[in-house]
């Protein structure tokens, strides 16, 4: 009853970017499940077109629609989609997302991944105190 409640409180606004990113991360997460990195990667690169029509909004809105949509979602949502998500958000509301995917040897010898956002110095989305520690993968932007 109080996230109902918390969830009428909420501006109209609010409740719109709420709703379109928790489909959004839905679709993302579809997208990880039923199709090649490569071919997602295309149609996130196509829906990641700036839209001068939508009312600007920080970038710290977008990480918060994307918090309340993961605890939302069954199962939550990983690291590479939430971060893909607000690569699709930012782009769309006008800001310059990079998308950095990292590994690392983990303690037990096998390899870990982790996925985040960054844009202007500054990661959004994503943050671990031991970034240092992942060797960032080359660009994807090309793909």
């Given at each position: 009853m109080k996230r109902l409640f918390k969830l009428l409180q909420l501006t109209n606004s609010d409740r719109q970017l709420l709703w379109k990113t928790f489909v959004l991360l839905g679709l993302v997460r579809l997208g990880m499940r039923l199709l090649s990195f490569n071919t997602l990667r295309k149609l996130i690169n196509k829906l990641s077109?700036?839209?001068?029509?939508?009312?600007?909004?920080?970038?710290n809105k977008i990480v918060w629609a994307i918090d309340a949509?993961?605890?939302?979602?069954?199962?939550?949502?990983?690291?590479?989609?939430?971060?893909?998500?607000?690569?699709?958000?930012?782009?769309?509301?006008?800001?310059?997302?990079?998308?950095?995917?990292?590994?690392?040897?983990?303690?037990?010898?096998?390899?870990?991944?982790?996925?985040?956002?960054?844009t202007q110095g500054k990661?959004?989305?994503?943050?671990?105190?031991?970034?240092?520690?992942?060797?960032?993968?080359?660009s994807l932007s090309g793909i």
């Open positions: 077109k700036p839209n001068p029509r939508l009312e600007q909004i920080s970038f949509s993961t605890r939302y979602t069954p199962g939550g949502a990983k690291c590479l989609a939430r971060a893909l998500t607000c690569q699709v958000l930012m782009t769309r509301y006008g800001y310059a997302p990079e998308l950095r995917i990292g590994v690392m040897k983990g303690e037990a010898g096998n390899l870990e991944a982790h996925a985040w956002i960054e990661v959004v989305i994503g943050y671990l105190p031991d970034l240092s520690r992942f060797t960032l993968l080359p």
